[in-house]
C-alpha cells in the first residue's frame, strides 16, 4: 500500500506536524490522585521519539469536584498534577514530538468498581447515569458557569506549559454530551431544549471561554461521537440538515478541528453517501477532520474491553478516503497503545512487525 499521504506535513495555527497520524488519547489510569508519574512521561515519550503527528493525552480532568470517578484518572489542575504535566510534554518536545491535553468532565457516571467515590455527588443536566436512572445532581446555573469556568482554566494553563493544542473532550456520553442528549438532558431553561441545537449551548459557551482564554492563534480540538457506550447505534444528528446545525455553532464558538470518533471509520454516517462522520463534519463546516475508529486492527475498540483481540489489518481503505480529502487527520488507538514505534513500521512499510492488540496492553504502560 502506498502511505504517502499519511506522511504528508501538515501545519495550522500553533500544530505543525510531521504527519497525518494522530495518537488517540486513551484512558490508562495509571496516576494515583490525579498526578502523572515519570512513567506516564516516558510513556508519551515513547510514542513522541516514534514519529506520530500528534499525540493527545489520555482524558485528563478539570477543576470540579466530581469532574472524576476514578482517582488514577490524571488532573489537569493543581500544582503536583501540572508540575508533572509539564515534564510530559517537555520529554515530548525533547524527542521531536507535538501534544495536547485532552481536558474532560466525566458528568454524572456510575460508581468506581473500586468503590471510590469524589467529594460530591457526580453533576451533569439532570442528574441521570443513563436514561431513567440517576446517579448524581442536576447542575445549578452556578455549576455550569464554575465548570466553564475550569474548562477554560485548563486550557490556558496547556497553552502555558508549552502544549501546542488543546482537545475538549465532547465524546462518549460523558458530560458535555450529556447536554446533546436528550435523553440526559431534562433542562427548561437556556441550557435544554427540544433540539440538539439548543441542547448545544452549553458545549458552545465551553468553547468560547477556552477561546477567550487561549487567544486567536493556539489550535483548538472538539471530540465528538454519535454513538453512546449506552447505544452503540445511536444518532445525536439524524441526517446532515441536524449535523450542520450541531456543529456550526461549535465551529464558529472557536473549533479549528473537529475529531470525530467512530466505532469503524469505514461505516457510512447516513444513507445515500459513503462519506463517514469526518467526511460529513468536513463537508458541513469546511474545518479540518480527524477520522477514527478501528484504525490497522480488525475489530473495534469496545471489544477490547471484553477480552477480545484484534490482528493488524490493511490501510488502504484509510488511505482511499483520504486521498480523496474526505478528512485531513488519522487518529490511531490500540496499535500506538501497544507499540510506540507503530507510525514508524508504517512508513516503512515493515508490515511484518505490526503486532496485533489483545486487553493485557490495558493493565501496562509501553
Excluded at 462519506?275 to 458541513?284: D, E
Excluded at 507503530?342 to 501496562?364: C, M, N, P
Amino acid at each position: 500500500m502506498n502511505t504517502d499521504s499519511l506522511f504528508q506535513p501538515f501545519k495550522l495555527k500553533t500544530l505543525t506536524m510531521k504527519n497525518r497520524l494522530v495518537m488517540a488519547p486513551m484512558t490508562r489510569a495509571f496516576s494515583p490522585d490525579g498526578i502523572p508519574t515519570a512513567d506516564v512521561a516516558e510513556y508519551y515519550r515513547k510514542r513522541a521519539a516514534g514519529d506520530v503527528g500528534l499525540i493527545l493525552s489520555e482524558g485528563t480532568v478539570i477543576d470540579r469536584p466530581s469532574s472524576s470517578y476514578d482517582p488514577k484518572i490524571p488532573h489537569f489542575y493543581g500544582e503536583k498534577a501540572l508540575a508533572g504535566w509539564d515534564k510530559v510534554i517537555q520529554d515530548v518536545h525533547a524527542a521531536g514530538g507535538q501534544m495536547g491535553p485532552q481536558i474532560w468532565h466525566m458528568g454524572v457516571m456510575e460508581n468506581h468498581a473500586s468503590g471510590w467515590l469524589p467529594s460530591s455527588p457526580f453533576e451533569g443536566p439532570s442528574g441521570f447515569v443513563k436514561p431513567g436512572e440517576l446517579n448524581g445532581k442536576a447542575m445549578t446555573e452556578s455549576d455550569i458557569a464554575d465548570a466553564i469556568s475550569a474548562y477554560g482554566r485548563a486550557a490556558a494553563d496547556a497553552k502555558r506549559l508549552g502544549y501546542d493544542t488543546v482537545e475538549i473532550h465532547g465524546a462518549h456520553g460523558y458530560l458535555i454530551d450529556q447536554f446533546f442528549w436528550d435523553q440526559l438532558n431534562h433542562r427548561t431553561d437556556k441550557y435544554g431544549g427540544k433540539t440538539l441545537a439548543e441542547r448545544s449551548r452549553f458545549a458552545v459557551e465551553v468553547i468560547k471561554e477556552v477561546r477567550r482564554q487561549v487567544g486567536d492563534d493556539f489550535a483548538v480540538i472538539l471530540r465528538l461521537s454519535q454513538w453512546k457506550p449506552l447505544d452503540y447505534n445511536f444518532k445525536l444528528a439524524a441526517n446532515p440538515a441536524e449535523m450542520e446545525k450541531w456543529l456550526n455553532p461549535m465551529v464558529e464558538a472557536g473549533v479549528d478541528i473537529l475529531h470525530c470518533s467512530q466505532r469503524r471509520f469505514w461505516e457510512p454516517e447516513f444513507e445515500g453517501s459513503e462519506l463517514n462522520f469526518a467526511g460529513w463534519a468536513k463537508k458541513i463546516t469546511g474545518a479540518a477532520t480527524i477520522t477514527v475508529g478501528s484504525v490497522g486492527l480488525s475489530g473495534d475498540f469496545m471489544g477490547a474491553f471484553r477480552g477480545e483481540a484484534s490482528q493488524p489489518s490493511s490501510l488502504d481503505e484509510l488511505i482511499r478516503r483520504m486521498d480523496r480529502g474526505d478528512f485531513d487527520l488519522v487518529a490511531v488507538g490500540r496499535p500506538l497503545l501497544a507499540d510506540p514505534e507503530w507510525v514508524q513500521k508504517i512508513r516503512d512499510h515493515r508490515v511484518d512487525e505490526l503486532k496485533g492488540f489483545t486487553s493485557d496492553a490495558l493493565a501496562q504502560l509501553v
